[in-house]
Every structure is written in structure tokens, then in C-alpha cells.
């Protein structure tokens, strides 16, 4: 199992920027996913936002934070950053970021929250208020 840990949440209003961190141990997973989950909406609910593969450093994003959003991983892959910027109030929700242990596959299903098996953090809250 994969321990992860986020941080950089918080209240920002709307236009505003944060940069939230996804901490784990070195050369652990192939690939790091950002969901988010709304105020209300369950566990099945959360909505992809950004991935990240450890090898090849691919990204893909959700359309709704395409150009706005930037993810990133340290050289060492230990961290994995979520870069936001003008953010809208709909961004608001609980963050979390999920691995795929290394060896796994990281590619195009990113976004199945299921391929993430019990590799998920506790969560980071971000608020925008407009």
C-alpha cells in the first residue's frame, strides 16, 4: 500500500491560486491522481482533476481545469504538486490525491477512482468564495 499525504489546502476567493502537496515515500507509485469530492456527494462521486505518471511525467487533466490547473512531481518523486490558479468557486471541495503502486500501469484510465484500490490520502479542503 502506498501512504500518501496532502496538504496546501484552503480559503481562497475566486481568481485566487493555492498549491496543494501530495507527500509519499521515493519511487513508490507509477502514477499520482488529484480527485476532488463536493460538499454532500459520496465516495463514488469524486471527480477526477489531474494525473501524473512517475516515468514517463505524462499529464492529463479533466476538461474542467484544463489550462487552469498544473500538475508536477519533484525529482526525486516523493511529492506531487497541484498548481491552481484562477479558481472559481466550483472548484470548492475536499482534495485527495491517489497512487498506483509502481509497476502499475499509468496511462489513458487515470480517471477510474477504482484503479486506486485503498492508495488514497485523507484529504485536503479547498474553499473559493466569489
Known amino acids: 500500500q502506498v501512504e500518501l499525504m496532502e496538504s496546501g489546502g484552503g480559503s481562497v476567493q475566486a481568481g485566487g491560486s493555492l498549491r496543494l502537496s501530495c507527500a509519499t515515500s521515493p519511487n513508490s507509485y507509477s502514477g499520482v491522481a488529484w480527485f476532488r469530492q463536493g460538499a454532500g456527494k459520496e465516495r463514488e462521486e469524486r471527480e477526477p482533476?489531474?494525473?501524473?505518471?512517475?516515468?514517463?511525467?505524462?499529464?492529463f487533466y479533466s476538461d474542467s481545469v484544463k489550462g487552469r490547473f498544473t500538475i508536477s512531481q519533484d525529482n526525486f518523486k516523493t511529492t506531487v504538486y497541484l498548481n491552481m490558479t484562477s479558481l472559481r468557486p466550483e472548484d470548492t471541495g475536499m482534495y485527495y490525491c491517489?497512487?498506483?503502486?509502481?509497476?502499475?500501469?499509468?496511462?489513458?484510465?487515470?480517471?477510474?477512482?477504482?484503479?486506486?484500490?485503498?492508495?488514497w490520502g485523507q484529504g485536503t479542503q479547498v474553499t473559493v468564495s466569489a
Open positions: 491517489a497512487a498506483r503502486p509502481r509497476f502499475s500501469t499509468c496511462g489513458s484510465r487515470w480517471a477510474l477512482p477504482e484503479l486506486y484500490r485503498n492508495n
Open positions: 482533476v489531474a494525473a501524473i505518471c512517475a516515468g514517463s511525467g505524462d499529464t
